[in-house]
Nanobody, 123 residues
C-alpha cells in the first residue's frame, strides 16, 4: 500500500500548480484521500479531501482556490491550486485511512502517508 505525492515546485503569487497523489494497493472508491500541508513553524493542516463516493471537503482558506479530483482508473488524486499566495508555501502530503473509514469525506484516521512535495510561492 503506497501513496506518492508529486508536482508543486516554485510558483509565483497568483499562479497555478497541480499536485498528484498516486496510490497503489487500494482503490479510491473504497478509501477517502486527504491532502494536508505543513508550513514552516506551523502545525499540519487539512487542505482538501475526496471521499469514497467522490464528495469533497475543503479547508476554509482553500475553498475557492483549490480543486480536488480523482481518476479512479489511474488511481490518482489531484489537487489543483489556483491564485496561489505566499501563505500557501508548505510541504504538501496526501494520506489515507488504511481501514477505509472516513468522516466528512476525509480519512478518519490517516495512517498511510505519501512522501511530501514542496510548494513554494514567491516572486
Amino acid at each position: 500500500v503506497q501513496l506518492q505525492a508529486s508536482g508543486g515546485g516554485s510558483v509565483q503569487p497568483g499562479g497555478f500548480t497541480r499536485l498528484s497523489c498516486r496510490t497503489s494497493g487500494f482503490t479510491l472508491d473504497r478509501h477517502a484521500i486527504g491532502w494536508f500541508r505543513q508550513a514552516p513553524g506551523k502545525e499540519r493542516a487539512e487542505v482538501a479531501c475526496i471521499g469514497r463516493d467522490g464528495s469533497t471537503f475543503y479547508g476554509e482558506p482553500e475553498k475557492d482556490r483549490f480543486l480536488i479530483s480523482r481518476d479512479i482508473g489511474k488511481n490518482v488524486v489531484y489537487l489543483d491550486m489556483s491564485n496561489l499566495e505566499p501563505e500557501d508555501t508548505a510541504i504538501y502530503y496526501c494520506a489515507a485511512d488504511s481501514r477505509g473509514n472516513e468522516v466528512d469525506y476525509c480519512p478518519q484516521h490517516a495512517d498511510l502517508w505519501g512522501k511530501g512535495t514542496q510548494v513554494t510561492v514567491s516572486s
